[in-house]
């Protein structure tokens, strides 16, 4: 079931998804060399204590504040302090707030260091299909649009769009309908209608679309071991707009 929000439910997401926007502020510049993935998981849970949240993550019982996932790690990364980021890592930090009851949802994949330039070219094509995606968020549209817009950028240069994972509801709950693909679905294909908070995201890899889990149940691989990006925002629709809720605008920056 699709549950519409109403404006104050909405306002309450829209908080939690400024206090996630400015943890990454902060989180990013630290996603470095030498730093362990424990460490960024660390911060950020002290950043949303400190703030009156909380990891989103503990109520789907992920061992983590934060997922931080590397490389050939597509998503459900787990923090350790034997994983050590490396200079050329592509670090994707998948992070939600749970803020009052209210779940925000972003994903960004940081460059360190001197990353292989097949590797930024791939990550600029995730960002540019992630735009595509949320500019087809709209009224009158349906979910497949959404899914189409991504696929359109993404498959003419080559990637493997991961079809396994897809995007979904969000703000009540971490996972809420309707689910999101980022490729082409024949399954349920609902209308776009204002109240829809939205979690688009596309998972993009250099070689194969399919995947794999590890054995601790959590962390997914491409089957390849080639690399792959992430990126997410939260979007509120609208009668007239979309808003792309996990962004501070200037006046907040």
């Not at 149940?217 to 707009?241: L, Y």
Request: proline share 6%; glycine share 10%; aromatic share 6%.
């Amino acid at each position: 079931m699709i549950r519409i929000k109403n404006e104050k439910q909405i306002e309450g997401i829209r908080k939690s998804c400024k206090l996630l926007a400015r943890l990454f502020k902060e989180i990013v510049p630290m996603t470095v060399a030498g730093v362990s993935t424990k460490e960024l998981d660390d911060f950020a849970k002290d950043f949303m204590h400190k703030h009156g949240g909380s990891p989103a993550w503990y109520k789907e019982n992920f061992p983590g504040a934060i997922c931080c996932s590397i490389n050939d790690e597509v998503i459900h990364g787990i923090p350790s302090k034997k994983r050590i980021i490396r200079d050329g890592d592509l670090v994707s930090l998948d992070i939600g707030i749970d803020l009052g009851g209210y779940i925000s949802d972003s994903t960004v994949t940081v460059p360190v260091g001197n990353v292989d330039s097949a590797c930024l070219k791939m990550l600029e094509a995730a960002k540019e299909s992630l735009a595509a995606g949320i500019d087809a968020c709209r009224v009158g549209n349906r979910i497949s649009h959404i899914s189409n817009a991504v696929y359109d950028v993404l498959a003419p240069k080559g990637y493997g769009v991961v079809y396994s994972f897809c995007g979904h509801g969000v703000g009540l709950k971490v996972h809420e309908d309707p689910s999101i693909p980022n490729v082409p679905d024949g399954g349920s294909n609902h209308r776009i209608v204002p109240g829809m908070v939205l979690a688009i995201e596309p998972m993009v890899n250099l070689g194969t679309p399919d995947v794999e889990i590890l054995e601790d149940g959590w962390t997914v691989v491409t089957a390849d071991g080639k690399p792959s990006v992430h990126v997410e925002h939260t979007v509120a629709v609208f009668k007239d707009h979309t808003e792309i809720l996990t962004v501070l605008d200037p006046d907040e920056e």
